[in-house]
């Protein structure tokens, strides 16, 4: 799922989550992950992964990205404007520059075996990246590390294994101030939570939802800190993991983001179909 984080002013104000407006806003596709807003640009990026293009939504209507994605499900924006992508067919994480050009191999491997097909990522303020390793489907059969990973890519570019699993982590989000990083656990049908230390490291697990309805996939937080699970719907949690609402959808939801100038609009990838879903509350995790 494609995400990056700006600091915005904690509403004190308290919102309804039980009242939203859905809207569709792209259909008729094979499959479709990771959405990201661009504040700079005021447009809604989507994968479409079985025909390994990437799609963007603005004013002017939906056209192709990008080609030939490596099969792209999720990504990140740093505060400098460069896109991250997490290429799941490819097994790598590569970063494009500001204004396009050749993409720059971050990590493919980890001490000398491939990775599993890294599927989320978010960027931290300080340019710590975090992105997950799980293996789904067929790529199961070429899998050469012996654990799912959550890895760390410190701002000198060095990957490390920051977390690992015998279960799959899935989606990824940071909390409003940055110091907690929440991980989707699709085996196990739950969420985690880890401080993060000053270099990057990841401390003190907890489970702050210890159940989803169905396999959680992408998670956002608001600026409330509940949490946003694509799941059996898009399903939110308060800040102390207990459920306030699930919102139903027509088809089963991958991934979500946060966007548009208010905030105030959740995008929802859900396999053959993106809708816009319009709430009370504000995101944080947009540049």
Request: charged content about 25%.
């Amino acid at each position: 799922m494609w995400r990056a984080l700006v600091f915005l002013p904690l509403l004190c104000v308290a919102q309804d989550l039980t009242k939203y407006t859905i809207e569709t806003i792209a259909a008729s596709h094979k499959f479709v992950e990771g959405p990201v807003w661009s504040a700079r640009e005021g447009h809604l990026l989507f994968s479409d992964v079985p025909v390994n293009q990437v799609f963007r939504i603005d004013g002017k209507g939906k056209t192709v990205f990008r080609e030939n994605t490596g099969g792209v499900s999720g990504g990140a924006y740093d505060d400098k404007g460069r896109l991250y992508l997490c290429e799941a067919r490819t097994r790598r994480v590569v970063r494009l520059p500001k204004g396009g050009g050749a993409p720059e191999v971050l990590a493919d491997a980890y001490e000398g075996k491939k990775l599993n097909g890294p599927n989320d990522i978010v960027v931290t303020r300080n340019q710590h990246v975090y992105f997950t390793d799980p293996v789904f489907g067929d790529a199961v059969d070429s899998q050469e590390l012996p654990f799912y990973g959550v890895f760390h890519i410190s701002p000198k570019g060095i990957a490390t294994a920051a977390l690992k699993w015998k279960t799959r982590p899935n989606g990824l989000a940071l909390s409003f101030d940055g110091k907690v990083l929440y991980v989707t656990n699709s085996d196990e049908r739950n969420v985690r939570a880890y401080d993060v230390g000053k270099d990057g490291t990841l401390e003190n697990e907890r489970v702050v939802i210890e159940k989803t309805d169905g396999v959680p996939g992408g998670i956002e937080v608001d600026a409330q800190g509940n949490l946003f699970v694509a799941a059996k719907g898009v399903q939110i949690f308060s800040p102390a993991g207990k459920m306030v609402t699930n919102i139903e959808l027509a088809e089963k939801p991958s991934n979500l983001v946060f966007g548009d100038d208010s905030l105030q609009t959740l995008y929802v990838t859900a396999r053959t179909t993106v809708y816009r879903i319009l709430l009370e509350t504000k995101g944080v995790s947009i540049y």
